[in-house]
């Protein structure tokens, strides 16, 4: 039984961690996968403009972060690691989502 507490314990501490900043994504990456799946711009527009989105979001998060709901935080920030492509965007849409729930 112990051992469970602390295993609780130790992973209650882990969800905060995550929650207490902005968590940093490899924008490049995601937007170099999301240029290859888009078609009507060219490379270089595609990839400027998912960059500048990207970036738009991480600033307003930033911006933002003291005031979002932990919970929320807990909920949204895991869910950008599922696919291997995180997204400020994303991240984004997903708490003021939760937002709106309420």
Same mark, same amino acid.
């Given at each position: 039984?112990?051992?469970?507490?602390?295993?609780?314990?130790?992973?209650?501490?882990?969800?905060?961690?995550?929650?207490?900043?902005?968590?940093?994504?490899?924008?490049?990456?995601?937007? +170099?996968?999301?240029?290859?799946?888009?078609?009507?711009?060219?490379?270089?527009?595609?990839? +400027?403009?998912?960059?500048?989105?990207?970036?738009?979001?991480?600033?307003?998060?930033?911006?933002?972060?003291? +005031?979002?709901?932990?919970?929320? +935080?807990?909920?949204?920030?895991?869910?950008?690691?599922?696919?291997?492509?995180?997204?400020?965007?994303?991240?984004?849409?997903?708490?003021?989502?939760?937002?709106?729930?309420?």
């Amino acid at each position: 039984m112990p051992l469970s507490i602390s295993m609780i314990a130790l992973s209650s501490q882990l969800v905060v961690g995550v929650a207490d900043r902005v968590p940093s994504f490899d924008i490049a990456r995601s937007c +170099k996968l999301d240029v290859a799946a888009a078609t009507g711009l060219s490379v270089d527009q595609s990839m +400027k403009s998912c960059v500048n989105d990207e970036n738009r979001a991480r600033q307003q998060l930033t911006s933002q972060w003291s +005031k979002l709901p932990a919970a929320g +935080k807990a909920g949204c920030v895991p869910q950008e690691s599922i696919g291997g492509t995180p997204s400020y965007v994303s991240l984004l849409t997903c708490l003021q989502m939760g937002q709106w729930i309420r």
